[in-house]
Nanobody
C-alpha cells in the first residue's frame, strides 16, 4: 500500500514558478519500484498527464502542455517526487495530483488507469 501527500500548490501570477512536492509512504515495496507521475485536472475538464518519471529516476516524460516549462525529479532515499513548474500560464490552473504505478523501475506510463495510488491533490491557481 502507498500513501501520497502533495504540497506546494498555491496562487501565483502568470510567468511565475511553483515547486510541487509529493511525499510517499510505502509499505512492503521500495519506492524505486514505482513509476511516479503528476496529473492535473481543471474544472470541467478531464484529468491530464503532466509529467512522469521512472522508478530508477533516469527517464522522464512530459505532457505537451508543459514540455519545456517543467521538470520532474525524485529522491528515492527520501521517497519524494518534485515537479518544478516555470513560466506558468492561467491555463495551468488545476488541481495537481501525484500518482504511483507499481512495477515501473525502468519507465513510467502516460495512462491514468495504469496508476494504482493517488494523492488528494494540491490546488494551483495562476492569475493573469
Amino acid at each position: 500500500q502507498v500513501q501520497l501527500v502533495e504540497s506546494g500548490g498555491g496562487l501565483v501570477q502568470a510567468g511565475g514558478s511553483l515547486r510541487l512536492s509529493c511525499a510517499a509512504q510505502i509499505f512492503r515495496r521500495t519506492f524505486s519500484s514505482y513509476g511516479m507521475a503528476w496529473f492535473r485536472q481543471a474544472p470541467g475538464k478531464e484529468r491530464e498527464f503532466v509529467a512522469g518519471i521512472s522508478g530508477r529516476g533516469d527517464t522522464t516524460y512530459y505532457g505537451n502542455s508543459v514540455k519545456g516549462r517543467s521538470t520532474i525529479s525524485r529522491d528515492n532515499a527520501k521517497s519524494t517526487v518534485v515537479l518544478q513548474l516555470n513560466s506558468l500560464k492561467p491555463e495551468d490552473t488545476a488541481v495537481y495530483y501525484c500518482a504511483a504505478d507499481s512495477g515501473r523501475y525502468l519507465s513510467a506510463s502516460y495512462a491514468e488507469d495504469e496508476y494504482d495510488y493517488w494523492g488528494q491533490g494540491t490546488q494551483v491557481t495562476v492569475s493573469s
